[in-house]
């Protein structure tokens, strides 16, 4: 293979599953997948409050959650993940600081950065989800008695995370795909178990095949689970799913 | 799409050909006919090999460079020029069997597995991994880090050997060096492991050189060499005759006294067993 370059290359898929580095691929896909689900949570929650936040009819609060949407989305996660873990960590008490070092630093500053900064991004989604929702929708229900805390409670984000399904996989995808910068503050995911295993064996080419094949699974799977929700959680009449507009 | 295929097997060809018309061997032939001998050196290895604040290459390995390009315009019988170029761990061993460079000097260590696809000079420095910690630090040697946070820079023999034999440290791989000092200087390591020489460079680099120790007694061997291709033993004899006479005669330890002399920036005294091994590397004539 490649024999006309002047190089030889030669395949040898079996350095993937000899020890240890089956046990790190392993246990790379197991970190990758922990850091991605915390992440996921805290992102998906800061950004259900500040994208509902957003689009409040009380301008103090719009512009607190604009503040942090523009703020986090807006520098790269690299920089976000020296930030939390070179930065942030300094200013803490040295009781917690300690405590922290002793208990995994590395990937709680990954956890930080990413949710913080994918939490931005939902919440733009969810902006868009909750202002495609027509304006009298959130006026009958206040006509109707309810609060505006509870019309965007029961009516107004019920709904709103229906219509945002793709955009979130989307979103939930590149969340997944980022945990991959954590190996940057030496955080033992998928990508570094590749490189680990590359330079042990200097079989490059296989080791990130293996990466990349494991993320697209991971991937693949991942929208797939959203599809299905998308479908189970649909509201009949709601939206229109492939019907041709009337015009 | 189809055409830029074409373009790029078209290309793919060429470049297959061009290195297959310069075949192995006969390195000095092609320094003579071309008048150039190209050297692969670093930007950033101080105080082997790096662009200094004059903007200039500077360090130990290329002035040993120097003194073998010197050697080879008497061998070859005529003037020829040097240049340089940048090589990295990654590309130093594509380089030299791509004919772009004809010997690459910077830090590279001499290993058994590196010598199945290039060969190496005699061994022009020598030094192994310790530890950098903080004055006063439990931790010294290698004996001291079960349980504790050691940091290593991703991809290198250290990381590797921390990992196989000494499994109950916990380890840290951090990108590279400036991160790695960073991380140690805030308390989430408790210690850095490298190249000794190179964490002597670290110490005196930093802002408080009296704050930090270097520590253990070499938990790995690293000998630097200088790399040529393979299987051209009359430029091996060359390069290699050329730090013999360095060695011999006396400016191999002007070089050493200038990079690593009480008065540089990384002072490193030479042991006297890597004196004797020096010597004992010079043949007779």
């Not at chain 1, 984000?157 to 997944?176: D, F, H, K, Q």
């Not at chain 2, 002007?254 to 005294?269: I, R």
Request: hydrophobic content about 45%; glycine content about 6%; some cysteine.
């Amino acid at each position: 293979m490649f024999g006309f370059l002047g190089m030889t290359y030669e395949f040898k898929w079996s350095v993937l599953w000899a020890q240890p580095h089956l046990t790190w691929l392993i246990n790379g896909v197991l970190t990758s997948l922990r850091l991605a689900l915390i992440s996921w949570c805290i992102a998906v929650l800061l950004g259900i409050i500040f994208g509902a936040m957003r689009t409040a009819p009380f301008r103090p609060i719009r512009a607190i959650a604009t503040c942090y949407v523009e703020f986090f989305r807006n520098v790269p996660l690299l920089v976000w993940l020296f930030f939390w873990y070179f930065g942030a960590p300094e200013v803490f008490p040295e009781v917690i600081r300690q405590w922290f070092i002793r208990h995994g630093i590395e990937f709680w500053s990954a956890v930080a950065a990413i949710s913080v900064y994918h939490g931005s991004r939902f919440a733009e989604v969810i902006r868009a989800g909750i202002q495609a929702i027509p304006k009298t929708q959130l006026e009958a229900g206040l006509s109707s008695g309810l609060s505006v805390f509870e019309t965007y409670r029961l009516i107004i984000i019920p709904i709103a995370l229906r219509l945002i399904v793709p955009p979130a996989t989307n979103e939930s995808l590149n969340l997944l795909k980022n945990t991959s910068l954590a190996m940057t503050i030496g955080v033992a995911e998928l990508t570094f178990a590749a490189r680990q295993i590359e330079t042990y064996t200097a079989k490059a080419v296989e080791a990130l095949t293996s990466a990349a094949f494991i993320y697209l699974v991971l991937c693949l799977s991942i929208s797939s689970v959203m599809n299905w929700i998308e479908a189970k959680f649909a509201i009949p009449g709601l939206i229109a799913r492939g019907t041709r507009a009337e015009h | 799409m189809k055409r830029f295929g074409l373009a790029l097997l078209l290309t793919l060809l060429v470049l297959g050909l061009a290195g297959n018309a310069f075949a192995q061997g006969a390195t000095l032939e092609k320094i003579k006919n071309s008048g150039v001998f190209t050297v692969g050196v670093r930007n950033g290895s101080p105080p082997f090999s790096f662009i200094n604040k004059q903007n200039e290459r500077a360090g130990f390995s290329n002035d040993l460079a120097a003194l073998v390009h010197k050697g080879i315009e008497e061998k070859v019988g005529k003037q020829i020029k040097m240049e340089m170029k940048e090589s990295s761990p990654a590309t130093r061993i594509p380089l030299l069997t791509s004919m772009s460079v004809d010997l690459i000097t910077e830090t590279m260590t001499d290993t058994r597995a590196r010598r199945d696809s290039i060969d190496f000079s005699l061994t022009f420095f020598m030094t192994g991994a310790d530890f950098i910690v903080k004055k006063g630090s439990p931790i010294k040697g290698a004996k001291d880090i079960a349980g504790k946070r050691i940091g290593t820079q991703q991809g290198s023999t250290n990381e590797r050997i921390l990992r196989e034999k000494y499994s109950k440290a916990e380890l840290v791989t951090l990108p590279d060096q400036a991160a790695a000092f960073m991380a140690l200087q805030q308390g989430k390591l408790d210690a850095y492991c490298n190249d000794a020489i190179q964490l002597w460079g670290l110490k005196y680099k930093s802002a408080t050189p009296d704050q930090w120790e270097v520590v253990g007694d070499w938990i790995s061997y690293e000998p630097y060499g200088m790399a040529m291709r393979k299987n051209d033993s009359d430029f091996r004899a060359a390069v290699n005759n050329a730090l013999m006479e360095a060695i011999e005669g006396g400016e191999y330890f002007k070089l050493y006294e200038k990079w690593f002399g009480p008065k540089s920036d990384v002072p490193y005294p030479m042991s006297q067993a890597f004196k004797t091994f020096l010597l004992s590397q010079v043949v007779p004539k």
